[in-house]
Each structure stands twice: as C-alpha cells, then as structure tokens.
C-alpha cells in the first residue's frame, strides 16, 4: 500500500521548508534509511530520510519549491500501483484549506473582542518561542527531563543547552535555538511528557507567559498545561516515593550529589577531572544548582573529609516490618519491556544448544596476543566466526515482513552490552570484512561509550544478528530473547575445565555452551543446526578464520 510522505518538521520552529534538493527520482527503488531529498529549513540545510520501503511513485514538491509542514512532499509504493485517489485527496485538501483559510480572512473584520476573548485562544507576543519537546529519535514518543542546565530568569543564548532529555535510546542533550530569557519551566525534573507537550517558554526579560501556558495544547489534544506558571524549579518533591519516611543523618549524608533517582549531576568539565584523578563522584558534594558538581568541587575534593561525612550506618528496620523503594521506570526500560515482549510473543521461538572443544581456541589466542600491541578477547573471536558463518547461511541472517522474506547479504553484529539502566545493542558493521582486532577494538569503544550513554542512534541500528555473553558472570548456558527485526541471536557462557574424552581416553578438556534462539518464521531446525556446525569448524579451528 502506498505510503504519503508529508514535509517533515525538522525544528521545533519549522512552518515550511524547500527541497534543496532530490536524491531519489520517480521510479527509482527506496530503502528504509536512504536519503530522500536534501530540505532547507529556518536553521539549516539537513538530510531527510526514509522510514519506508518500496518505488518512488510521486514527487509533490520540485527542487527549489516551499510548501508547509504536513503538505505532500512524495509518494512510495509498490510499482506500477495506481495513487490517483491519494492524488486526488491530496488536492482537495490543499483546496479546503484554501478556502477554509479565505473565510477566515473574510470574516476576520467582524469578530468582536468578546468572540476573541471567549476562543480559548492566546497570541504569543512578539520575541516569544514556545519550545516543546523534541522527537529526538524516530521511535521517541516521550521524554524525560533528566536534568535543567537553565533555570527561569536565566538568559539562554542561541547554541546553550538547555537540558538533558532521557529518551527511549539514551539521554541527550537538547539546545536552544532561540536566544532570549527563560520565562517559563513546563517540566520539572524527573517528570515525562509526550513529543510536542510544552517544555520551555523563551522571549524577552519580563514578558508575561501564563496564559501561553495555560492555553498551550498538545496538537490533537484539548490537554491543557498547568494554569500556574513555574517561577522557580522546584526542591522540595522527590521523585521517588519509599514507603519509609524516616532516614538516619549520617545516611543522608551520604546521599550527596545524588538526586532521588540515584542520578548524579556533574559538568562535563568536572566529570572529566574527576575521571582523571580517579575521584569517585558520588563522594563530591556538589555546590552547583541543584546539588550539580563544577570544577571547584573536585578541585577542593579531599577524600579522608569525604570519608568522614559518608561513613555508612547500618539503616534500622524493625522486626517484622515491611519495607521497599519505588523507582520510576525509565524511557529505556520502558522501551526493552515493550520491545521484548513483543518479540517474545509475536516472534515463535526455538532454542539449539551446542557444546564446543575450546582447546585450540584458547592456543589459538594466546598465540595471537603474543605479537606486540595486540589484544583480542574470546568474545571478539566469536564474532568474527559468526560474520562468517552467517555469509554461509544467509537464512540465519534474515528479517521477517509479513508479505516477504528479507536474506541479508551484509553482516551487522549487534553486540549486548550491559549498562546501569537496562541494555543497549551497538552494532559492529560488516563484521566479516574486520579484522580479530579490528573487531576488537570497535567492541571495546562501543562498550565503553554505551557504559557513558554517548553512542549515537546510528550506532545502536541496522543488526542483522545479535550475540549476547554472559561468560564473563560464570554463567555456563542461558537463553535469550531475539533482538528484532533480527532472526535469531547467539547466547554464549563461560568456559569451564572439565573431564572430556578424547580419542577414547578421559582427559582435562576446556569446554564452552552456546545456545542459539531461531525465529521458526524464518529459521527452521535444520538451517540453524547447519549454521551452529559451521559456527563449530571457526571456533575450534580458529585458523581457518584467518584463510
């Protein structure tokens, strides 16, 4: 079916844009992620992407064109499918809101001030920017603000950063891109709204914003915002609730820097220093907005004070009584437990377990480390062997739609890597064109900078296959749930030294259990059997990776 592609809002103050230019044309093959066309907008020329598959059908906008936000921009659909009707409805709309816009001019003049005042609709003076939150990734439907840099009767200088936006992905920061005063706080910290809601009110020192603020609606909404404007952040509410209320000094001594959610707020600045001298920031007391941490409080950092003030004292709980901590679920968490529960019960699982002879490989890699400025891991070794496999088994690196199947000639590896707040899966792309230590070192960067939450949208998409390890634990063998649109992903578990037998003799072996997880839609037992056999030859003569 075809799909309309509307002009897209790249900024929050975008009301129309230009096609700088058209990277597609009609006719030519789209893919999800292609650039579409290159559109001006009030900030900047930026790149438009698809998020739709299939034949450029129709262009609506030429090169050099401007036309409003949500007016038609293209047309993608199957070949040859008739889009006359969509034409057509496209024009009449266009044609309504012409007419819909004349009336309005016409009976403009005979609106009363009475009529005006009873609409329920407020003019925004002049120099004043509405800022709602932004769409900071394509699957973002809220955020949450982490943290307030400005606060109201603060001037905010074009390029400043505002906040930091908790996403579904990771947390961001979000700048403005109007320069003025900071007259009005939507969101506290903490506190989550849908894309679009009011975060910020930006204009000229002393301007009067409450009634932008109490008439503010969400687009397709009649929600109104809170009738009091926020003069000042609130300190006194915390964010999470705990069914005791009572709490030992020297506890909450202890507590410095930490906010009720267990984040910390420090300057990028201050964080640096503090890596670099090996400080523990949840040991600073910060003296900044907010609790926040600046350079001076690592610079006037002594840790034998530090010690002294957040000496722990064994909390008191009465016998018998019952206690527990709420925790506000977070934009990632939110998004793993919708994004797994749908795999697991949309996607027919099937588990294959295998055991391999770990012997060479651990030669193997001993042998590799020896060479100078050298370091590859036994996980690096596994990823590698699976790129090259999969090029074998192209039915394992498959994505399922419901009219086709899609056989991915590329290798993307989607590696897991464990953070504070749930998971995240960065992608090691065209994995069996790498190199063992080129492999391992784009896991160690991916790893490091997710454990930061600094990886980029980009670098968390376009897996083919994903490989989770939880070896490093002691856990021997476990299952895991497939990261979709992926067919299937490897679990991998630790190596053990155990008694095997070889060439009927009882001897010392090193053994390692894999478990794959298919999706039978796409892998049926046999393809992923033949693929842990392959998978078998790579890691237990690693050799022939190198061949």
């Not at 220093?273 to 926040?292: C, D, H, P, Q």
Request: charged letters at 25%; a negative charge; glycine letters at 8%.
């Amino acid at each position: 079916m075809a799909e309309i592609i509307n002009m897209p809002r790249l900024s929050d103050t975008m009301e129309e844009g230009t096609v700088a230019a058209w990277l597609k044309k009609v006719g030519d093959k789209i893919e999800e992620g292609d650039i579409l066309a290159e559109i001006e907008t009030d900030k900047a020329t930026m790149e438009f992407e698809s998020f739709h598959e299939g034949v450029l059908l129709h262009i609506g906008v030429q090169e050099g064109e401007t036309t409003k936000v949500d007016q038609l921009l293209a047309i993608i659909g199957e070949e040859g499918e008739d889009i006359s009707e969509l034409l057509n409805g496209s024009k009449e709309a266009s044609s309504s809101e012409t007419t819909d816009d004349k009336s309005e001019e016409s009976t403009e003049d005979s609106v009363t001030d009475e009529d005006q005042s009873s609409s329920g609709t407020q003019d925004i003076p002049e120099g004043v920017t509405v800022v709602t939150m932004p769409r900071l990734s394509d699957t973002m439907e809220e955020g949450t603000v982490a943290t307030w840099l400005k606060k109201v009767g603060d001037v905010v200088e074009e390029g400043d950063i505002l906040a930091e936006i908790e996403t579904d992905k990771a947390t961001m920061e979000f700048e403005s891109f109007q320069s003025g005063t900071l007259l009005y706080i939507g969101l506290e910290e903490g506190d989550s709204a849908k894309v679009d809601a009011l975060l910020a009110i930006i204009g000229p020192e002393g301007t009067d914003v409450s009634g932008i603020a109490k008439n503010f609606k969400v687009s397709g909404s009649d929600t109104k915002t809170d009738d009091k404007p926020k003069e000042a952040p609130k300190k006194d509410a915390p964010k999470q609730e705990t069914k005791q209320e009572t709490k030992p000094a020297a506890t909450a001594q202890a507590e410095i820097s930490n906010t009720s959610t267990g984040r910390i707020f420090v300057s990028p600045l201050a964080k640096k220093m503090a890596e670099e001298k090996g400080i523990t920031l949840s040991l600073v007391k910060g003296s900044g907005e907010n609790g926040r941490i600046v350079k001076r409080d690592i610079e006037n950092f002594t840790p034998a004070a530090a010690a002294q003030s957040s000496a722990p004292v064994a909390k008191f709980v009465a016998s018998g009584q019952e206690d527990f901590d709420e925790k506000p679920n977070s934009q990632m968490r939110k998004a793993i437990a919708k994004n797994l529960a749908k795999s697991k019960f949309s996607a027919p699982h099937y588990y294959l377990n295998v055991e391999f002879d770990m012997d060479n490989a651990m030669a193997f890699r001993a042998q590799y480390n020896s060479i100078p400025d050298v370091k590859i891991s036994f996980n690096d070794m596994i990823v590698k062997a699976c790129a090259l496999a999969l090029r074998q088994h192209p039915q394992v690196n498959s994505q399922w739609f419901d009219d086709k199947m899609r056989l991915n000639n590329h290798v993307h590896i989607g590696v897991a890597v464990a953070v504070e707040d749930g998971l995240l899966v960065p992608v090691v792309k065209f994995a069996n064109e790498q190199s063992l230590p080129q492999i391992g070192a784009a896991v160690k960067d991916f790893a490091g900078r997710a454990r930061n939450k600094k990886l980029s949208l980009d670098e968390m998409e376009g897996s083919t296959f994903t490989i989770s390890n939880l070896g490093m634990f002691g856990i021997e063998s476990f299952t895991s749930i497939i990261n979709q649109p992926n067919s299937a992903i490897l679990s991998v578990g630790a190596i053990v030294q155990k008694p095997v037998v070889k060439n009927g003799q009882v001897v010392p072996g090193n053994t390692m259990k894999l478990t794959l997880a298919c999706d039978h839609r796409t892998v049926d037992g046999a393809t992923g059997a033949q693929f842990l056999q392959t998978l078998k030859g790579y890691i237990e003569n690693p050799v022939t990776m190198l061949v």
